[in-house]
Every structure is written in C-alpha cells, then in structure tokens.
C-alpha cells in the first residue's frame, strides 16, 4: 500500500516530467522527432533507408524513458554516459553517410528533403554526442603545490 502511494505521489511524477525541460532531455526529445519526420519522408519515397531513423527513435527513446524514470541509477553496471556518447556519435556519422548518399542520389522531393533533415540530424546528434562526451565532463583541478618544495 506504501508503495502504490509513493508512486501516485506528485512528487514522483514532477520527478519523471522535470527531465524533458533539461538540456539532455529536450536533445534526446528532438532527436525523436526529427527522426519520426525523416522516417515519414523515407517512407514516402523509399523504403531503402528508413531503418536508420527507426532504429535511432527507438535508442533515443529508450534513452529518454530511462533518464526520464532515473532508471539509469538502478542499472549501474551500465556506462550510461559513454553508451549515450556511442549512440548520438554513430547516428551522426550513419545519418551523414546516408544523408550525402540520398543527397546524391536526388529522385524524389521527399528524398531531397529527408537527406536536407538528415544532415541536421547529424549536426544534432554530433552536438548530442559532443555534450554527452564523458571526459569533457571530468574537470582538472590543479593539484595544490607547496612553495617551500624544491627550494636549496
């Protein structure tokens, strides 16, 4: 009974809700839709490339609804900052490729516009993966230096 009250509690929903307004949580929530968008144009021309952006959604997704529910903090065995940092730098990467293939290719209003959407996909999940780059997040301090050290 405790729990199904802790869990009904605003605090708990105000809890899942918070993150979207957040940096991380508003990227992972333009990644899925920017990618819903190029799935809708791929879909209306070829099929051939569509699985880029559905397979992106539903990583990002999963990602949004873990970050959301803090479920990452109950899964610790799970680099999440370097697994986050690995997706968003292989979408930018694969959607660049595919977006200068379907660029080149160019039949199709659709395609040209999906490829146009694909690259600022890439250039948002390159910012992604460049926010998300866990080493950036360690800061060096200086190590405190006595002055007397070293002196003759």
Not at 118 to 139: H, N, S
Request: net charge neutral.
């Amino acid at each position: 009974m405790a729990d199904s009250e802790r869990l009904s509690a605003p605090g708990c929903w105000l809890a899942c809700t918070s993150y979207w307004r957040t940096r991380k949580g508003i990227l992972l929530f333009a990644e899925i839709v920017l990618c819903l968008v190029i799935l809708i144009c791929f879909s209306a021309s070829t099929s051939a490339y569509s699985s880029l952006s559905v397979i992106e959604m539903i990583f990002a997704a999963v990602l949004f609804v873990f970050y959301m529910c803090d479920l990452h903090t109950k899964i610790p065995f799970i680099n999440w900052p370097w697994t986050d940092f690995f997706r968003s730098l292989l979408a930018a990467i694969l959607y660049l490729i595919t977006s200068i293939i379907v660029l080149v290719d160019g039949r199709g209003n659709s395609k040209i516009v999906a490829g146009v959407l694909g690259l600022i996909a890439t250039f948002l999940f390159g910012y992604d993966a460049y926010f998300t780059f866990p080493l950036q997040q360690q800061r060096h301090t200086a190590a405190p230096t006595d002055p007397t050290d070293g002196a003759v």
